[in-house]
């Protein structure tokens, strides 16, 4: 299951991307049909946990467990509400964490992990990370935007940004009717867009 519908052949792709503003450089991302695209679309239960840390806190000590599993964050989504979801994927494990603000110091995480199946203990391990780098890393520590792009809510670099992909990572994306623009199924099952072109391997 994935973004390439009607009849489409899922392609091993590159994403030739404009770094935005501007498109000053070019990035390269693994356009994978079906990897993380089909994972987050699918209806599984995962585990619920509120912490008493502030929305800033929680997605840096989650970028940071993330990254010391061989893990990392794929994909950064921002919703109207103030929550954000998370994608995240390697060859074997695709997932996704939910985060809703409770008050200013209390975030309510929702994760869910899956192979062929779900992966109830690494679940398990990932909170038990998170609940030990929470107290760990610094207060003022953020999500770190270095390797990242922005999405788009619409193929323009005009329209509002709707969160921010990694370079490198492996995203399920189709070209858009505009030229130039791919989409890609977000977390929630939103599209959003990016800009770059595929290039078939």
Same mark, same amino acid.
């Given at each position: 299951?994935?973004?390439?519908?009607? #009849?489409?052949?899922?392609?091993?792709?590159? *994403?030739?991307? @404009?770094?935005?503003? #501007? @498109?000053?450089?070019?990035? &390269?991302?693994?356009?994978?049909?079906?990897?993380?695209?089909?994972?987050?679309?699918?209806?599984?239960? #995962?585990?619920?946990? %509120?912490?008493?840390?502030?929305?800033?806190?929680?997605?840096? $000590? /989650?970028?940071?467990?993330? =990254?010391? &599993?061989?893990? +990392?964050? +794929?994909?950064?989504?921002?919703?109207? +509400?103030?929550?954000?979801? /998370?994608?995240? $994927?390697?060859?074997?494990? !695709?997932?996704?964490?939910?985060?809703?603000? =409770?008050?200013?110091? *209390? &975030?309510?995480?929702? /994760?869910?992990?899956?192979?062929?199946?779900?992966?109830?203990?690494?679940?398990?391990?990932?909170? %038990?990370? *998170?609940?030990?780098?929470?107290?760990?890393?610094? +207060?003022?520590? =953020?999500?770190?935007?270095?390797?990242?792009?922005?999405?788009?809510?619409?193929?323009?670099?005009?329209?509002?940004?709707?969160?921010?992909?990694?370079?490198?990572?492996?995203?399920?994306?189709? =070209?858009?009717?505009?030229? !130039?623009?791919?989409?890609?199924?977000?977390?929630?099952? &939103?599209?959003?867009?990016?800009?770059? $072109?595929?290039?078939?391997?």
């Amino acid at each position: 299951m994935g973004l390439i519908t009607g #009849g489409r052949q899922a392609l091993l792709a590159l *994403l030739m991307l @404009c770094t935005l503003p #501007g @498109c000053v450089a070019m990035t &390269t991302v693994a356009a994978v049909p079906g990897s993380l695209v089909g994972a987050v679309a699918d209806q599984f239960v #995962g585990q619920e946990v %509120s912490v008493a840390y502030n929305m800033r806190h929680t997605i840096a $000590s /989650i970028q940071s467990v993330l =990254q010391s &599993t061989s893990l +990392d964050i +794929d994909i950064l989504e921002m919703q109207k +509400d103030g929550a954000y979801m /998370i994608g995240f $994927s390697n060859n074997k494990l !695709d997932g996704t964490i939910s985060l809703r603000k =409770q008050t200013e110091r *209390l &975030t309510t995480i929702y /994760i869910k992990v899956r192979a062929n199946t779900r992966e109830e203990s690494v679940e398990s391990a990932i909170i %038990s990370l *998170l609940e030990q780098e929470l107290k760990s890393l610094p +207060d003022s520590a =953020q999500f770190k935007k270095e390797r990242y792009h922005k999405l788009m809510d619409a193929p323009s670099t005009a329209s509002a940004s709707v969160g921010w992909f990694r370079q490198g990572a492996r995203l399920s994306a189709e =070209q858009s009717e505009k030229h !130039d623009w791919l989409k890609i199924k977000l977390p929630s099952g &939103t599209i959003a867009y990016l800009k770059g $072109s595929i290039v078939a391997r």
